[in-house]
């Protein structure tokens, strides 16, 4: 694995900008020369080798697109309801704690976690039959989309910028905090060995007026809502988190939870394929379970804003509504086949949908004009997160092994950018720490480009060459498996026909085996400029540091004089930076694992 050097990330610019011939996506017009901004890294050469990422086996696909009959069992315990409690609890610490949930960047999470959406079972796993793990991206006919942080960030409310999740604090206050929490569960448990169910942990605090409440509160929240580790049961291992939240500050959550889903989607991706070994009869017994407990209803979401023909009739919102509100208890709209529905879905798709003005709500300001923006310390939150949303990079989540690579050059339409070839990036996934290190390295580069709401992006002629390989190249494929493909005697239902030749039989097969799991070692992390309250600061000696992403004002700038260097330390990796005398090193605490969950459907 090549390790990113320092020069490389001193070098490291998000956007270029050059002349190239363009041509629309959609439509049949003639190639404009023009000035472009292109999301790096891109390929030089249209001759350079295509990555082999687009395999297709012919045995990943069921002949027909009806997800019920299919051997498969999927249950979601991380695509929660609310309960009337738990709005009720909302209710009584809303007017005391909402100041801290907005300082946090929790406050749009907490409030979309009062809304319902009724799962489409079938647009789910459709769109898992297009999810191709080997760039995290869906691989459609007409082109390549993925759910991105900004998604997380506008669909879901999560921060972008933050502490990681991997931090625990060293304060007095924060280990008092945790102590507390801990105590309170020993004392609900009694003397017996078990896990406390999340009802009780809500009966035991809600309006107790405990002075951790809040702390309870949030990782109830946690456990249910953003990570649910244990099926049902409360989950100790959040409980740094939460006390880190209740004091108002921010941690990246977005990260971490588009993670989780990306594992679980290359998970559900796995198990359709493993799904069609049993299609004859002697299988009909045989049945391929999966338990997914990310939030995927976010990818249900982000399907409902981008695909018009499976879009629900919308709520209509109030200006400080979040956006989940549009679908709150909405009835989805059901199609006789969603495979082909995808697979039709190229013009009307909507790129850009968080880029349009909805009933009341206006869209984000910087939205509204083309411009290029100095990247200082002065750069305002709303566009360091849109910097990181536009930049390739490793996302760590919670759990040991959960890193995922994001590629957003890869969809660069979805940011109103023009598109390019999208080159090769090489991984940064050893541990945790050096993972971490990746998602929040300095953006550099004296200015970030700022597309117009209003802009329509295209395509350049050499990507649409390379997008008319890569496409020939899979409908070989298709056809080729159709041909060899035995079709099973088991009878299938009348109402939904088995498409031969249809372009929805482009299909991305999986790699053989599960994402690898990685080492887990003790986190090394390091901030600097923490607020009293967050933390102390330790008496170990040294000059490193590893900030918070956009943690106040100390923002992902370039910091004068950066340099990575990497140490035989047991597999941790310092980042160091030249420090004021102010800023001091924090030795961060590895928090502890939780014991393995008991599995459950739901």
Not at 103 to 108: N, Q, V
Not at 455 to 475: A, C, H, I, N, P
Request: a neutral charge; glycine letters at 6%.
């Amino acid at each position: 694995m090549v390790e990113p050097t320092g020069n490389e990330i001193e070098n490291e610019t998000i956007v270029e900008e050059r002349e190239e011939l363009m041509v629309s996506p959609f439509a049949n017009g003639k190639p404009c020369l023009r000035t472009a901004h292109f999301l790096k890294p891109t390929l030089s050469s249209i001759h350079e080798p295509i990555p082999d990422l687009f395999p297709l086996s012919p045995s990943s696909l069921h002949d027909s697109f009806c997800p019920e009959q299919w051997p498969l069992k999927v249950s979601f315990t991380g695509w929660s309801n609310p309960k009337k409690a738990w709005v009720f609890w909302i209710d009584i610490l809303r007017p005391v704690y909402q100041p801290i949930w907005e300082k946090a960047g929790i406050f749009e999470a907490i409030m979309s976690s009062t809304y319902s959406t009724k799962r489409y079972y079938n647009l789910v796993i459709g769109l898992a039959e297009k999810w191709n793990p080997g760039t995290n991206t869906f691989i459609f006919p007409w082109g390549e989309t993925t759910i991105s942080l900004e998604n997380v960030l506008i669909l879901g409310g999560y921060s972008v910028v933050g502490f990681p999740v991997t931090f625990s604090g060293d304060s007095q206050e924060l280990r008092e905090a945790q102590d507390k929490l801990v105590t309170e569960h020993k004392n609900i448990r009694g003397d017996t060995w078990r896990k406390i169910f999340l009802t009780e942990w809500m009966d035991y605090f809600i309006g107790s007026g405990r002075d951790i409440e809040h702390e309870a509160f949030l990782s109830w929240w946690f456990t249910r809502f953003v990570f649910q580790d244990s099926v049902g049961f409360i989950c100790k291992s959040v409980f740094p988190i939460a006390c880190l939240l209740a004091r108002g500050q921010v941690v990246a959550l977005g990260p971490a939870v588009l993670a989780s889903i990306y594992r679980d989607l290359t998970l559900l991706k796995e198990t359709i394929a493993d799904s069609t070994k049993y299609k004859n009869d002697e299988f009909d017994d045989c049945v391929s379970k999966v338990t997914l407990c990310s939030p995927m209803k976010l990818v249900q979401l982000w399907a409902w804003e981008r695909f018009p023909a499976l879009q629900p009739k919308p709520n209509v919102i109030q200006e400080f509504d979040p956006r989940s509100a549009r679908w709150n208890s909405v009835k989805f709209v059901k199609v006789e086949n969603v495979r082909m529905v995808l697979d039709s879905a190229g013009d009307p798709f909507g790129w850009r949908p968080y880029a349009k003005v909805v009933n009341n709500r206006q869209c984000l300001e910087f939205y509204e004009k083309e411009e290029w923006v100095s990247i200082d310390r002065n750069l305002i939150k709303e566009l360091v997160s849109f910097a990181i949303c536009l930049r390739p990079s490793e996302l760590v989540g919670l759990g040991p092994g959960c890193i995922q690579q994001y590629l957003p050059h890869r969809v660069t339409m979805q940011f109103g950018i023009d598109q390019d070839v999208p080159s090769h990036v090489a991984r940064s996934n050893k541990s945790r720490e050096i993972a971490w290190n990746n998602y929040l390295r300095p953006i550099n580069g004296g200015k970030l480009y700022i597309p117009s709401r209003f802009f329509g992006s295209d395509l350049t002629v050499r990507y649409l060459e390379w997008w008319k390989m890569v496409s020939m190249l899979v409908q070989q494929d298709v056809i080729k498996g159709i041909v060899q493909r035995k079709r099973s005697s088991r009878k299938r239902p009348r109402q939904i026909p088995w498409v031969k030749a249809k372009k929805g039989e482009n299909e991305v097969s999986i790699p053989p085996g599960f994402l690898p799991k990685l080492i887990t070692v003790k986190p090394e992390l390091f901030i600097d400029e923490l607020e009293p309250e967050a933390c102390e600061v330790s008496k170990q000696k040294g000059n490193v540091t590893t900030r918070p992403v956009g943690h106040d004002n100390c923002f992902l700038v370039k910091a004068q004089g950066h340099s990575s260097s990497t140490a035989d330390t047991g597999g941790s990796v310092k980042m160091e930076f030249s420090m004021t005398p102010a800023q001091k090193a924090i030795d961060i605490k590895d928090q502890s694992e939780e014991s393995k969950s008991e599995e459950r459907s739901n």
